[in-house]
């Protein structure tokens, strides 16, 4: 062996290894980089650190801006990030036509709970109770009228209500956007989805075999559902040369309950 090898001390050897080990564990730690500076404010995120699983999220966020997004069911996740006491809240807000603060309630968690299930509640309730009404007064009527369904109901309540609920507020969203407002379709879709709500519980009330009573509950409840919608729209109206905006929004509501009214409890 060569003198110059056996005249170095092995101590330094033996030191060195636990150093550079130690140095390698610190620089890899695994959960460095799991969290990012400064926290993340998003309220469908909800307090805390922003984590990796944010950054997947914002790319759903950006690929539903593209046609292929648009196709995606991923897309339309982020939409239904809610918990009941969110959806509760909404419903009971539905249900005060003139505060007009829907907006700024939904503003960083739109979704669409309301267009699809207060639709589908909506579908169920008038196709159910309709044709509960309409023995009722074949009952009241006749006697011996015994109970059918009718599964055209279904059929009928399906198409009007979610055409409705998908084709008005579209057609609103470009008309605005088509006026130079910044209008936005998830909200709008949102909006008009709770709008329904009011509409399911008068349903309830409709299968009382008194045809005037049965007016007053659709004028009042499709009122206060138009008003709803009609006061919460006026934010994106800037001048009084759109209130026919606002009008023909209060217009299309009530006829859409005045239809149901006229279909399914008639």
Not at 92 to 104: R, V, Y
Not at 140 to 166: E, I, P, Q
Not at 181 to 189: E, N
Request: include cysteine; charge should be negative.
């Amino acid at each position: 062996m060569d003198e110059s090898y056996s005249n170095f001390p092995t101590s330094h050897l033996i030191g060195s290894v636990p150093a550079v080990v130690t140095e390698e564990k610190s620089t890899t730690n695994p959960q460095a980089n799991l969290q990012i500076f400064p926290p993340n404010s998003g309220a469908s995120t909800g307090s805390g650190y922003q984590t990796l699983g944010g950054t997947s999220e914002a790319n759903g966020q950006q690929s539903a801006n593209t046609w292929k997004g648009v196709f995606s069911v991923s897309s339309y996740t982020q939409y239904f990030n809610v918990d009941e006491d969110i959806v509760m809240n909404r419903l009971m807000s539905s249900l005060n036509p003139l505060s007009g603060d829907f907006f700024s309630k939904i503003d960083a968690n739109p979704d669409l709970y309301g267009l699809v299930w207060v639709s589908a509640t909506l579908i169920f309730v008038i196709s159910s109770l309709g044709n509960c009404a309409t023995y009722l007064m074949h009952k009241r009527s006749d006697s011996s009228s015994s109970w059918s369904f009718d599964v055209n109901y279904v059929n009928v309540a399906a198409s009007s209500v979610y055409g409705y609920a998908l084709l008005v507020p579209m057609g609103f969203y470009f008309l605005l956007q088509y006026l130079g407002s910044s209008a936005s379709l998830i909200r709008f879709w949102c909006l008009w989805g709770y709008s329904l709500f009011v509409l399911t519980l008068s349903s309830f009330l409709l299968v009382i075999p008194i045809e005037f009573l049965r007016w007053t509950i659709t004028l009042l409840a499709g009122a206060a559902s138009a008003s709803f919608v009609a006061a919460n729209l006026k934010m994106y109206i800037q001048s009084n040369d759109l209130a026919i905006v606002l009008v023909a929004a209060f217009v299309l509501q009530m006829g859409l309950t005045i239809f149901i009214k006229m279909w399914f409890f008639s």
